[in-house]
């Protein structure tokens, strides 16, 4: 009974770690393969991510794209998302697959949220013919490396909760995050002091960080938001 035991509290601990890498991988992703289907058959593209104030997948398409207009005709979509490479098989590194509709994002905040993660579509977000739109997640499949392809649920990658007044306080949040010095950043982001990162967005888990073509994050304990409960929870990381 105990061993049965243990391996219910190892089972649990490995399914947390699943949770809390996904919804980290969600968030800092930047590109991703957004598979639409063109006619009959799949079309698999590269297409620039951001995330939303849940974490839903952002994307800033252009009307002209192929992979938007065969959205128009059929919505539903896979992602896949991966971490950046590094030494080693690059299939012992964590992957994500979401599957769901592709449907308008409302609201200037979600443009404003795409250029901050990626500053170089300053140059065409404005364009008549580019909006941006999000992926209603559906369906999970994490592969956090070998041995640890886990079936998560959406409600397990996704923060719910209304975000306005986070919205309204991001401009606030930000500037008083970067008000913090390099140092304090540097130490969010887990570099070293001399490490120049920006502060490019929040959300009630977290905050994230650019560094160039960089990202990172650092999580809040647990979601907040409430924008100065959030601006309390932050110091606590940094102290």
Excluded: C
Aim: glycine share 10%; proline share 5%.
């Amino acid at each position: 009974m105990e061993r049965k035991d243990e391996a219910m509290n190892d089972r649990a601990t490995l399914q947390e770690s699943s949770r809390r890498d996904a919804k980290r991988l969600l968030r800092l992703a930047r590109t991703g393969a957004l598979a639409t289907l063109d006619g009959t058959a799949p079309l698999t593209t590269l297409i620039g991510v951001a995330s939303d104030w849940d974490g839903a997948p952002l994307f800033l398409m252009s009307e002209l794209a192929r992979h938007t207009k065969n959205l128009a005709a059929n919505p539903h979509a896979s992602l896949l998302l991966t971490s950046e490479g590094g030494r080693g098989d690059p299939l012992n590194q964590p992957r994500i697959t979401l599957n769901g509709v592709v449907r308008p994002r409302a609201g200037e905040d979600g443009r404003e949220r795409y250029v901050r993660r990626n500053p170089k579509a300053k140059l065409y977000a404005n364009f008549a013919d580019f909006s941006v739109r999000r992926l209603d997640v559906e369906t999970v499949h994490f592969n956090g490396g070998f041995g640890r392809a886990d079936p998560l649920a959406a409600a397990d990658i996704l923060t719910p909760g209304d975000a306005s007044a986070l919205a309204a306080a991001e401009a606030s949040l930000l500037e008083r995050t970067s008000g913090l010095g390099h140092a304090a950043l540097a130490k969010l982001a887990g570099g070293g002091p001399r490490s120049v990162w920006r502060a490019v967005g929040i959300d009630a888990g977290g905050i994230d960080l650019a560094r160039g073509g960089e990202a990172a994050r650092a999580d809040l304990p647990h979601a907040v938001f409430d924008p100065e409960a959030w601006w309390q929870a932050l110091r606590q990381l940094i102290a």
